[in-house]
């Protein structure tokens, strides 16, 4: 094993440079800070409608290390029928529109997960303490209330704001592994009575909700991304965080009340921002790729074909299917922020073969959830909209652009720290598949480590999805560049 002393500081130096490079903020100013100071918690408005849930079994599941917790998630009884509750954290009652707070938030617009630092978009004394979901700590939340069909279809939607309790913070590799019996129940969860039954319900619900999705033509993909693993300050190793069937409960039962969300903004005649995938420009590519891997896709843009196809290929070669997602991925485009106004059709989300989506269940780390909430809470209330449609446009451009510089900074540090790793093992021979084909240059990606570079000789008749061995030719570790040569 590899280890590179110093590079954690190393990589928060590369971080914060690249921030500052593309627009965005690494620390806060010192209004923002006095502000968050200054906050003591959640404030109410004198609000006599918010309901006491604090009684419910709710439980967080998130990554090991997560302390911004947004959401918390329970399962009720409802007559026969499944009944699921999504607790979002009330992050505007502590975050003023238009205070020092909310214009750091408004101009990062997210948080920015690097592999040496995590750059929050709100302080950490908010989102790690007084407007996250803290076990055993009462706390504002909008909830999504939902009552979900046998089929997976979502009958019934509510929302409303209540006081919520946590009673156990969660993981998603324990959880995962309890569920799929490779584990014990998780301490925190056999400490609470109940709970044990309660999961396996909320994992029924979300196993139905995405079933009905892949029957719709949801895509089932599954990417490698790496995480850097440090000892002390130095780097050790990069690892894929993969997928796995806890994430999944979580991701199903967010998809649901983000839809129900997008609905309710509809019908009360609010414009909203939605999250969007349109239909992906470059399906011809799509259906060679198909084909090469014994697939038969038509020749006009088809969900439901698409996913078909995904889920023979993972049954028939789990091993590979993470590089032909992430080929897919690719090929997609990306996702982006949108205005909707009520009542016209609004662009959907291809991947998630959804037509109403939008973008509420995280608003400690993303924006644009943050306008959503504020959305919701004035039409519960029957006041004005938070923000008028040309100002949400306006907004839905903003954030999407800011969200990609994000990506692109987190991309950065990810390739500088697979630089790093990288850098004594110049002129050794990979297996790598092409991820990116343009005229700006091609790109691949090895998978031990996983990591990404560019393709600087023997590129000619490549395209996105094609195996290739390769050399690696230069590192830099500064500029994040990993350079590779066709074997």
């Avoid at 101009?107 to 007084?130: G, H, W």
């Avoid at 790496?226 to 796995?244: I, S």
């Avoid at 609905?263 to 090469?292: H, M, N, Y």
């Amino acid at each position: 094993m590899y280890v590179r002393a110093n590079a954690r500081q190393r990589l928060r130096e590369i971080a914060r440079r690249a921030m500052i490079e593309r627009g965005l903020e690494p620390e806060f100013s010192p209004a923002a800070r006095a502000e968050a100071q200054a906050l003591t918690g959640q404030a109410d408005g004198g609000d006599r409608t918010i309901r006491d849930a604090r009684d419910l079994l709710w439980c967080s599941i998130d990554n090991d290390d997560s302390r911004d917790l947004d959401q918390l998630t329970v399962a009720v009884d409802a007559g026969g029928a499944s009944r699921v509750l999504v607790a979002v954290a009330d992050v505007d009652a502590g975050v003023p529109q238009g205070s020092a707070l909310d214009t750091h938030a408004s101009t990062n617009t997210t948080s920015v997960y690097t592999a040496a630092e995590v750059f929050p978009m709100l302080p950490e004394r908010l989102s790690t303490d007084l407007t996250s979901l803290n076990a055993a700590e009462n706390r504002l939340a909008l909830v999504v209330d939902m009552t979900v069909d046998a089929d997976g279809a979502v009958a019934a939607g509510e929302i409303y704001r209540a006081r919520v309790r946590n009673r156990a913070k969660l993981a998603y590799n324990a959880v995962a592994a309890w569920l799929e019996g490779h584990g014990p129940l998780p301490p925190a969860a056999a400490a609470v009575k109940g709970l044990d039954a309660n999961l396996r319900r909320q994992d029924a619900i979300a196993q139905a909700l995405k079933a009905l999705r892949h029957r719709r033509g949801s895509l089932a993909l599954s990417t490698m991304e790496a995480r850097a693993v440090f000892d002390g300050d130095a780097l050790a190793d990069l690892q894929p965080d993969e997928e796995n069937r806890a994430r999944q409960l979580i991701e199903d039962l967010m998809i649901a009340a983000n839809g129900v969300t997008a609905k309710f903004l509809d019908a009360r005649g609010v414009a909203s921002l939605r999250r969007v995938l349109r239909t992906p420009e470059r399906w011809d590519r799509i259906v060679v790729l198909a084909a090469e891997h014994g697939g038969r896709l038509p020749a006009s843009p088809d969900a439901a074909a698409l996913a078909a196809f995904l889920l023979a290929r993972r049954e028939a070669d789990p091993e590979r299917f993470p590089d032909l997602s992430l080929a897919v991925v690719k090929l997609l485009g990306k996702g982006e922020y949108a205005l909707a106004r009520p009542g016209h059709e609004p662009a959907g989300h291809f991947a998630l073969a959804v037509r109403d989506y939008t973008h509420a269940t995280a608003p400690n780390r993303r924006f644009p959830d943050l306008i959503t909430q504020r959305l919701v809470k004035a039409a519960l209330a029957d006041r004005a909209p938070a923000y008028e449609a040309e100002e949400l446009d306006a907004l839905a451009r903003h954030c999407s652009e800011q969200e990609d510089d994000a990506a692109k900074v987190e991309r950065q540090v990810r390739k500088s720290a697979a630089a790093l790793l990288l850098e004594h093992r110049i002129g050794e021979r990979f297996d790598a598949l092409v991820t990116g084909a343009a005229e700006k240059g091609t790109w691949v990606r090895v998978t031990r480590p996983p990591v990404e570079g560019r393709l600087v000789r023997g590129a000619d008749g490549l395209d996105v999805g094609d195996r290739v061995q390769v050399l690696l030719k230069s590192t830099d570790v500064e500029r994040g560049f990993i350079d590779f040569e066709r074997a």
